[in-house]
């Protein structure tokens, strides 16, 4: 029902600064909150940040709180997460995902990408 797709992922030095985007088709995009997630080697799904159906709400883990920030253009069915001042410990696989009543539990999304691979080096 709604396909997503993950880009922007790849290497970069502790401090750096990297922007994700999650491209949307199929389903009516704007009917959906969006998450990001991410999962670090031997860990378990984590949730990152939030946004609404609207983009005039946001949240945020505590962990990337004032470092990253979430964004949506519903007019292009395109999700962004612009993370900045990065640490080798947000290295992960990164997701998107979509749910109509998603907030920040991984059950909460019904759809999502197949993933991008952030790595952080210090």
């Known amino acids: 029902q709604v396909q997503l797709v993950e880009s922007g992922g790849g290497l970069v030095q502790a401090g750096g600064s990297l922007r994700l985007s999650c491209a949307a088709s199929?389903?009516?995009?704007?009917?959906?909150?969006v998450g990001w997630f991410r999962q670090a080697p031997g860990k378990e799904r984590a949730f990152v940040a939030f946004?609404?159906?609207?983009?005039?709400?946001?949240y945020y883990a505590d962990s990337v709180k004032g470092r990253f920030t979430i964004s949506r253009d519903n007019a292009k069915n395109t999700i962004f997460l612009q993370m900045n001042s990065l640490k080798p410990e947000d290295t992960a696989v990164y997701y998107c995902?979509?749910?109509?009543?998603?907030?920040?539990?991984?059950?909460?999304?019904?759809?999502w990408g197949q993933g991008t691979q952030v790595t952080v080096s210090s």
């Open positions: 995902a979509a749910g109509k009543r998603g907030r920040v539990g991984v059950d909460e999304y019904d759809y």
């Open positions: 199929g389903d009516t995009f704007s009917n959906y909150a």
């Open positions: 946004i609404n159906r609207s983009g005039s709400s946001t």
